[in-house]
C-alpha cells in the first residue's frame, strides 16, 4: 500500500512570500502531524489533525497555520516566510489519534528561503 | 514540559561490538516511548516502541522508570546499521503528538 506522500519534495522561495505543503497520509489513516526538522532545533512538533480537526498545537508563530480535507489529506501553510523556516517539513500519518502506533513518515519537502 | 535527551551525537563501533545508544527522558507522568531509524537517503521510520517489548533487527530498548531512561541496545552491530537513531516520547494525554531527542548518528566500521 502507498505510504506517505508528500509535495513538492524541493522548495525555494524568498523572504516574505507565503508557501503551502502537502501531505497524502495513508489510506486508512485518519490522523496526520506535522515536524520541522533543522540541524539546530532537530524534529520539532507543529500540529497534528484528525477529522478535520486541529487536536494540538506545538511552539510555533501564527505564520504556521495548517488544515485536513474529509480524504484525511493535509496541507500546512508558512506566510511572511523568513530565513530561519528553511528546514525540512516531515508530514507523519497514523490511523487514529490519542494513542500513538507510531507514526509513519513521509520524505519530506525542503523548503529553502532566500 | 518534557524532553528527550540523547547525550551522543556520533557513536563509532566496529563491526561485531556491542551497541548502546543512550536515551534519557524527563516527564512526570508515565511516557510511552520509541525509537525511530534514518537510514542515508531513507524517510524517518519506527525501529520500536517500549509497549509492544519487541526486538526489531536484534535491537531491544527496555524502559527504566527509576532511571528515567530508554537506552536501545543490541549485542552485535553490523555495518547496515548505520543510520541517524531519535529516540521520541509521548505522552498519554490524549494526542500523539512525539517529543524527539536531537539522535544520535551510529557508525558500524568493519
Known amino acids: 500500500k502507498a505510504g506517505v506522500t508528500q509535495t513538492p519534495r524541493y522548495l525555494i522561495k524568498t523572504r516574505g512570500q507565503q508557501v503551502t505543503l502537502s501531505c497524502s497520509p495513508i489510506s486508512g489513516h485518519r490522523s496526520v502531524s506535522w515536524y520541522q526538522q533543522t540541524p539546530g532545533q532537530g524534529l520539532q512538533f507543529l500540529f497534528e489533525y484528525f477529522s478535520e480537526t486541529q487536536r494540538n498545537k506545538g511552539n510555533f508563530p501564527g505564520r504556521f497555520s495548517g488544515r485536513q480535507f474529509s480524504n484525511s489529506r493535509s496541507e500546512m501553510n508558512v506566510s511572511t516566510l523568513e530565513l530561519g523556516d528553511s528546514a525540512l517539513y516531515l508530514c507523519?500519518?497514523?490511523?487514529?489519534?490519542?494513542?500513538?502506533?507510531?507514526?509513519?513518515f513521509g520524505s519530506g519537502t525542503r523548503l529553502t528561503v532566500v | 514540559a518534557q524532553r528527550v535527551t540523547q547525550p551522543e551525537k556520533l557513536l563509532s563501533v566496529f563491526k561485531g561490538a556491542p551497541v548502546e545508544l543512550k536515551c534519557n527522558y524527563s516527564?512526570?507522568?508515565?511516557?510511552?516511548l520509541f525509537w525511530y531509524v534514518q537510514y542515508s537517503r531513507q524517510r524517518l521510520q519506527l525501529l520500536l516502541r517500549h509497549i509492544s517489548r519487541e526486538s526489531i533487527k536484534g535491537f531491544t530498548a527496555d524502559l527504566n522508570k527509576g532511571e528515567t531512561s530508554f537506552h536501545l541496545k543490541k549485542p552485535f552491530a553490523q555495518e547496515e546499521d548505520s543510520a541517524m537513531y531519535y529516540c521520541a516520547l509521548s505522552t498519554k494525554t490524549g494526542y500523539s503528538t512525539l517529543t524527539f531527542g536531537k539522535g544520535t548518528m551510529l557508525l558500524v566500521s568493519p
Open positions: 516527564y512526570s507522568g508515565s511516557p510511552e
Open positions: 507523519a500519518s497514523s490511523p487514529t489519534t490519542g494513542f500513538n502506533y507510531g507514526y509513519t
